[in-house]
T-cell receptor
Framework: AQTVTQSQPEMSVQEAETVTLSCTYD???????LFWYKQPPSRQMILVIR??????QNATENRFSVNFQKAAKSFSLKISDSQLGDAAMYFC????????????FGQGTRLTINP | AAGVIQSPRHLIKEKRETATLKCYPI?????VYWYQQGPGQDPQFLIS???????DKGSIPDRFSAQQFSDYHSELNMSSLELGDSALYFC?????????????FGQGTRLTVV
């Protein structure tokens, strides 16, 4: 079975600084997708960024980028120029690349932005 | 753009009562997923449907049942409610599976069992 582990229950960063959230996963599959979801106090699940396992290039979305290390099964999220609106729970998630598949989530990291 | 609609948004039930949660997927999405997120927990997959047939099953209690109807909306029926069923229930939908398909989440139904 696939598992996703986030070892940082809480992180904090000063506004405008950079923060990195860690995620490791375990799978025997070679073709899969990894995600970072943001869950603000509204509890809405918002997709932040997606990485395809067969792509070596790390995904980027504006201030958000990932460091995908396939051999190490590591998938960290870097948030640059942190903003107050980035404060939320962040979940790392995995799914197999076989059409519609369920998401397996990590335990989450609560990110606080200090003004 | 249309999003996934869940109703009701909030629901309060007493122990041993029954609850029905509804999910209306994005138009032309034929796959629906249900997740349960307990307080301070990560979302846990319950069950999914593709073209009105159950496609996968996770840690869904026997007291729960779900189905997808001809118009692709889905309902999660929960009977003999327990205090531990208090959680946020998410529905997500995705388009027909051709390669990777992204799942879009609804805003969730917050169920409180008292």
């Amino acid at each position: 079975a696939q598992t996703v582990t986030q070892s940082q229950p809480e992180m904090s960063v000063q506004e405008a600084e950079t923060v990195t959230l860690s995620c490791t996963y375990d799978t025997s599959e070679s073709d899969y997708y990894l995600f970072w979801y943001k869950q603000p106090p509204s509890r809405q699940m918002i997709l932040v960024i997606r990485q395809e396992a067969y792509k070596q290039q790390n995904a980027t979305e504006n201030r958000f980028s990932v460091n995908f290390q396939k051999a190490a099964k590591s998938f960290s999220l870097k948030i640059s120029d942190s903003q107050l609106g980035d404060a939320a729970m962040y979940f790392c998630a995995y799914t197999r690349n076989q059409g519609a598949q369920k998401l397996v989530f990590g335990q989450g990291t609560r990110l606080t932005i200090n003004p | 753009a249309a999003g996934v609609i869940q109703s009701p948004r909030h629901l309060i039930k007493e122990k041993r009562e029954t609850a029905t949660l509804k999910c209306y997927p994005i138009p032309r999405h034929d796959t629906v997923y249900w997740y349960q997120q307990g307080p301070g927990q990560d979302p846990q997959f319950l069950i999914s449907f593709y073209e009105k047939m159950q496609s996968d099953k996770g840690s869904i209690p026997d007291r729960f049942s779900a189905q997808q109807f001809s118009d692709y909306h889905s309902e999660l029926n929960m009977s003999s409610l327990e205090l531990g069923d208090s959680a946020l229930y998410f529905c997500a939908s995705s388009p027909p599976p051709r390669g990777y398909t992204e799942a879009f989440f609804g805003q969730g139904t917050r169920l409180t069992v008292v």
